[in-house]
């Protein structure tokens, strides 16, 4: 890890206590100590990297969207934990090939394949959009899935301690993305994003998934 990723990672975890009344980490023994991976997870706001950094014993190379460097604040410090931006609503080539070149020096990236946290009526979900799957065919790297579910009401109140959110982070077991390929095809595209969705929403909670009952 590099000093400053190093410094939120410790940092992290010692406010996760005072900033979440529980966290239960579950299948961190899927998490490879080496070698590439790619974290794909579910995205419901704006602190789910934080458990991630916190939680997972080594740099992950975010991805996120070009537009957030532009908040000074924001964008020096992600140009200090490293994370790259991405074009969202066009094939961003540059932003693939950096992701790549991360993968193949043997380093995690990690990756919200949804691009967007926008709310949507109940029961309905953001698809995948293909760059993940472009990521995972160059590289040839595994990826993990990731559930976060409880996050979205951190901050939402004046004092935060005073209602301090459960948070459950999941990961599942690895896997390839040829083990959810199909035929060549736009519509067979669409179902492997489909797909790989799917394998991180199973990992949420009964009442977090889309379409489960609070």
């Known amino acids: ?36 991976v790619i974290f794909v997870a579910n995205h419901t706001c704006y602190w789910d990297p934080i458990v991630l950094l916190a939680f997972v014993p080594r740099q992950i190379f975010f991805m996120s969207k070009a537009e957030m460097f532009r908040y000074p604040f924001v964008g020096w410090l992600f140009r200090r934990l490293e994370v790259f931006g991405v074009e969202r609503g066009s094939p961003d080539l540059h932003s693939i090939r950096h992701a790549v070149e991360i993968l193949n020096r043997g380093d995690p990236v990690g990756v919200y ?55 459950r982070v999941t990961f599942g077991p690895p896997f390839r993305i040829e083990d959810l390929q199909a035929p060549a095809g736009r519509e067979n595209r669409e179902a492997v994003l489909e797909a790989l969705m799917e394998r991180i929403t199973k990992l949420l909670p009964e009442q977090s998934r889309p379409g489960g009952q609070e």
């Open 1 to 36: 890890m590099t000093f400053p990723y190093r410094f939120c990672h410790l940092g992290l975890r010692f406010l996760a206590p005072l900033l979440m009344r529980e966290r239960e980490v579950r299948g961190l023994e899927n998490v490879p100590l080496c070698g590439p």
């Open 113 to 167: 394949p949804q691009g967007t946290r926008a709310p949507l009526p109940e029961g309905q979900t953001h698809p995948a959009k293909g760059g993940v799957l472009a990521i995972a065919k160059r590289s040839g790297a595994p990826l993990i899935p990731v559930a976060v579910s409880g996050l979205e009401t951190l901050f939402l109140r004046r004092f935060p301690w005073l209602g301090r959110p459960a948070v």
